[in-house]
T-cell receptor, first 111, second 114 residues
């Protein structure tokens, strides 16, 4: 079946550091890929997405590129801020099927 | 903001009692989902609906039932609550259409079963 594996946390970085959160997927085909973010006490919200190979999703300084060769969709940001502290979820989806989520990575940014 | 509300936001109940959680949306989205979130598991799908009165099971459906009598409301019922059902429950909605349409999430319900 389909699955998503993402980097385990927690991850703690200093403000303005470079961020990478790894995500890989297994699937028989090419799913759409998503990064969702969950701020404390809230539901998940879409951060960015890519629907086909080599697409790059970007939002709020975050980027992720759909790499079919490595079945990866790693999340990156060049300079993190305290306000980026949250839990980040990678997810995949085929067509109208359900989302398959990774287990989440908790990120804490220290001033 | 897709206009999704969940009620109640917090609930404490006792083992063996039935519990119903409500999800209400104002966006006329066709698909609705119930997830539970637990440490180390991420989000796991309980049940989903692809239209009024059309529902299907997710990966952790045992002990749960759902109903959708109108587009805007999706109810999740724990028939006889157990301590293993202590969790945070999230509702989500999605427009019909091609892959890539995002899901919109509600604020969650924190349920504690004593």
């Amino acid at each position: 079946g389909n699955s998503v594996t993402q980097m385990e946390g927690p991850v703690t970085l200093s403000e303005e550091a470079f961020l990478t959160i790894n995500c890989t997927y297994t699937a028989t085909g090419y799913p759409s890929l998503f990064w969702y973010v969950q701020y404390p006490g809230e539901g998940l919200q879409l951060l960015l997405k890519a629907t086909k190979a080599d697409d790059k999703g970007s939002n709020k300084g975050f980027e992720a590129t759909y790499r079919k060769e490595t079945t990866s969709f790693h999340l990156e940001k060049g300079s993190v801020q305290v306000s980026d502290s949250a839990v980040y979820f990678c997810a995949s989806q085929f067509g109208n099927e359900k989302l398959t989520f990774g287990t989440g990575t908790r990120l804490t940014i220290i001033p | 903001d897709a206009g999704i509300t969940q009620s109640p936001r917090h609930k404490v109940t006792e083992t063996g009692t039935p519990v119903t959680l409500r999800c209400h949306q104002t966006e006329n989205h066709r698909y609705m989902y119930w997830y539970r979130q637990d440490p180390g598991h991420g989000l796991r799908l309980i049940h989903y609906s692809y239209g009024v009165k059309d529902t299907d099971k997710g990966e952790v459906s045992d002990g749960y039932s759902v109903s959708r009598s109108k587009t805007e409301d999706f109810l999740l019922t724990l028939e006889s609550a157990t301590s293993s059902q202590t969790s945070v429950y999230f509702c989500a909605t999605r427009l019909a259409g091609p892959s890539g349409n995002e899901q919109f999430f509600g604020p969650g319900t924190r349920l504690t079963v004593l």
